[in-house]
């Protein structure tokens, strides 16, 4: 899983080829934590078919604004730079990830 910062998010996520996760997370976010353990999981069965990120929002707050990310927790999967798919808030759960995640593998 790599920890992204707002020097690295545009490189690693706008201009990198192929399917990435991003996990956008906040200090003191509870459904934040409680859902990372999950994502680390799915980064172990399917980081070799997508790329898995992660990003600390508290830490990056105009960047998160400037990719719609209004609320927390957001898994969100990009290709080619641009958003294709997330799971927000109460529908980010280790479920609903997993399937987002299947659909794009």
Known sequence: MLEL???TFEAEVLQAPGKILVDFYGDGCVPCAALMPHVHAYAE???DKIKFCALNTTKARRLAISQKILGLPVIAIYENGQMIDSCVKDDATPENV????????
């Open 45 to 47: 069965t399917y980081g």
């Open 5 to 7: 910062d707002k020097n």
């Open 98 to 105: 997993e399937a987002m995640i299947k659909k794009y593998v």
